[in-house]
């Protein structure tokens, strides 16, 4: 049994994680804003720590900058819940989990987490570990060489911008080391000419490590990984939001992403226009010419 601390502030979304963890044999302690949680986990040292991002007071990511400062170690692992992870929660938390959760998800999640704590193991997540999965290059091989949909996919990106309010678009595969445009609409030129970027320069490398959206509000205030880009300070991106494309059977093979030069553009609610045409997406580029 575990001491695990659920920081969240929407009763409702508490009592189901509390229960659902208790149901496993863990104790748990509930917190619903940020400030109670530091003071929750600072009196009951817990075993695993499951923040929400979105709470009044301090967020999630408030949080887990607080512990890390304190903790540079990570000796307590640590899962953010998101309807979209921001950027910067890569170098803070162990996993994040995408909203609404799934329970399932979840205990698996904080069971891998426990074991790895209990055998004295950092967690750490290797994005390129997934990056490199053979399985999901295959996957995005066979996407790449299907006949060209161009025109289609370069006509669906221009209609994800007229759904999402966001002037650009894009339909991207991903390799181990490039981001690779199958269509877009309204991105920089020298990005079109070059038909996509390396990996390192776009936070589609987290989409596709760990299956979850990602969300940029600003770049330059909430990103310092990818702000430094030359995708994002060459063109002067300023607001980003992805979400996986997932092929039949499971692998990430590329995401639909939106984006724009002026902040605070890409919401939470772009994510869920993204999240409703990933089915289109796939189908488009599964299209035999």
């Not at 967020?59 to 910067?88: H, K, N, Q």
């Not at 060489?145 to 339909?171: C, H, K, N, S, Y």
């Not at 902040?263 to 939470?268: A, D, K, L, N, Q």
Request: hydrophobic share 45%.
């Amino acid at each position: 049994m575990a001491s695990i601390v659920v920081a969240e502030d929407d009763t409702d979304i508490a009592e189901l994680l509390a229960t659902v963890l208790s149901n496993e044999g863990h104790s748990v302690r509930t917190a619903s804003t940020g400030l109670d949680a530091l003071a929750l986990i600072a009196d009951a040292r817990p075993d695993l720590i499951i923040l929400d991002h979105h709470m009044p007071g301090l967020s999630g990511l408030d949080v887990a900058a607080r512990l890390r400062a304190e903790d540079p170690a990570g000796s307590t692992p640590v899962i953010m819940l998101s309807a979209a992870a921001p950027a910067a929660a890569r170098g803070l938390v162990d996993v994040t989990i995408s909203k609404p959760v799934r329970p399932k998800h979840l205990i698996e999640a904080a069971r891998e987490l426990l074991a790895t704590r209990d055998a004295g193991e950092h967690a750490s997540h290797d994005a390129s570990t997934q990056l490199v999965d053979v399985g999901r290059l295959l996957a995005v091989s066979d996407y790449l060489t299907r006949p060209a949909q161009v025109a289609a996919l370069d006509a669906f990106a221009e209609e994800l911008t007229r759904l999402t309010g966001v002037p650009m678009a894009a339909i991207t595969l991903v390799l181990n080391d490039s981001v690779v445009l199958a269509g877009s609409h309204g991105l920089p030129k020298w990005v079109r000419e070059a038909g996509g970027v390396p990996v390192e320069w776009s936070p589609d490398t987290i989409v596709v490590s760990e299956d979850v959206p990602v969300l940029i509000s600003d770049s330059s205030t909430s990103d310092d990984e990818y702000a430094g880009s030359p995708l994002f300070s060459i063109s002067g991106i300023r607001s980003y939001a992805s979400v996986p494309l997932n092929s039949a059977e499971g692998h990430v093979v590329g995401t639909l992403c939106v984006m724009d030069d002026e902040p605070g553009t890409c919401t939470e609610d772009t994510v869920q226009v993204l999240h409703s045409q990933r089915a289109p997406a796939v189908s488009l580029l599964s299209r035999a010419g």
